[in-house]
């Protein structure tokens, strides 16, 4: 029952992290492979108890939906078409109904528990081999396909150049994951044959718990790695924000005739009303660089160059208390590269000559 609690409490921490991304299809059908891999871990757990045809079909079909969500999953990674996902359903359905179908013919001893993959030879002797057999080999070919659509989309993922370590510790867990899976098909094949090979069905317990174990990091950490990812953008738009807005809302007052009228913003997101008052702040800044009036001479003189210069001509025309100094939190942040903006470099560059500004400012006001 330890493995039931490990998976359970990596199940629970998957869903409760997933839980970020609501709507998502990727995050659905994660919530579908923690489900069925629980309740799949729970069916091989409670076998030695109460086993018998309907607890084992119940795993079976477990680790069937398991596997299409995976298959799926990874799919999700490549362009795919509709076609090619109905495909999948349709075979996935046919396997399950197959092995319904079979469950009902299936060889079982007194107690109730059903004849293993080893026990062929006995089952020939009650004239229901053919059965059992049908039901392992559709279990093990389907097997057999999702080990092979998951480890060859993980190795192209893998080998994609360019990718940090974090983006490829979940792929190379999940691909571990098939690496070890297809020992377990191959041993379960191996046994059919009335030839066991690594340790038999006792060495095959531990090789699924580590292969489910494998699985759960894996989608796991990607999924943290997801969150980290957005709650990095989120708190570099925030930082930037909070480095743009009192500048920008300064100058604007001085040029006001560079803002857009708030109606044309309405289906702005963050991103772009960030974007939208870096440039009404660069273009207003621009407006009183520009500015003839003899008053200003005295600041060109003294401060020639940017962005001492737009700090200066800031402070002169506003005041020295407009432009409030920068947060020591802000500060620090702002200078971590974690929190930069990274999809936009001409954004990034924008934010960054404003932000220089702002440290001229504190710096003149000290």
């Not at 340790?199 to 494998?214: A, E, K, N, Q």
């Not at 500060?331 to 990034?348: H, P």
Request: aromatic share 8%; net charge positive.
């Amino acid at each position: 029952m330890v493995e039931i609690l490990i998976v359970g409490i990596t199940m629970g921490l998957t869903v409760i992290v997933s839980t970020f991304y609501r709507g998502r299809r990727r995050v659905h059908l994660l919530r579908i492979t923690c489900l069925a891999l629980f309740l799949a871990t729970v069916c091989r757990g409670v076998e030695p108890v109460m086993g018998g045809p309907g607890v084992d079909l119940v795993k079976r079909l477990s680790i069937l939906t398991a596997q299409v969500s995976i298959v799926l999953l990874i799919l999700t990674f490549r362009a795919t078409s509709q076609r090619m996902r109905r495909s999948i359903y349709l075979i996935a359905g046919l396997v399950a109904l197959g092995e319904t179908v079979l469950m009902w013919f299936l060889p079982v001893h007194p107690n109730g528990d059903v004849f293993q993959r080893s026990e062929v030879i006995e089952a020939a002797a009650e004239g229901k081999a053919w059965s059992l057999i049908a039901y392992h080999c559709l279990y093990l070919g389907a097997f057999a396909a999702a080990v092979a659509v998951v480890a060859v989309g993980c190795w192209r993922t893998m080998t994609e150049k360019n990718q940090p370590f974090s983006a490829r510790f979940p792929v190379g867990c999940v691909f571990a994951g098939a690496l070890g899976s297809a020992l377990f098909v191959g041993s379960s094949i191996m046994d059919l044959f009335g030839h066991p090979v690594f340790g038999g069905s006792g060495t095959r317990t531990y090789i699924l718990i580590l292969v489910v174990g494998l699985f759960f990091l894996g989608l796991a950490t990607g999924v943290i790695r997801r969150v980290s990812i957005n709650l990095q953008k989120a708190l570099a738009v925030q930082i930037a924000r909070e480095l743009v807005i009192p500048l920008w809302k300064t100058t604007t007052a001085l040029q006001p005739g560079v803002k857009l009228p708030p109606e044309e913003q309405h289906d702005f997101n963050q991103l772009m009303s960030l974007s939208r008052i870096t440039i009404e702040t660069h273009d207003a800044l621009r407006l009183i660089r520009e500015d003839s009036d003899p008053a200003l001479n005295v600041v060109h003189e003294k401060h020639p160059e940017d962005p001492h210069l737009s700090a200066g001509l800031v402070r002169h025309l506003s005041g020295e208390k407009a432009v409030p100094p920068l947060g020591w939190i802000t500060l620090a942040l702002s200078r971590l590269r974690t929190f930069r903006l990274k999809n936009d470099d001409t954004l990034a560059t924008s934010i960054k000559s404003l932000y220089e500004i702002r440290v001229a400012v504190s710096e003149q006001n000290r």
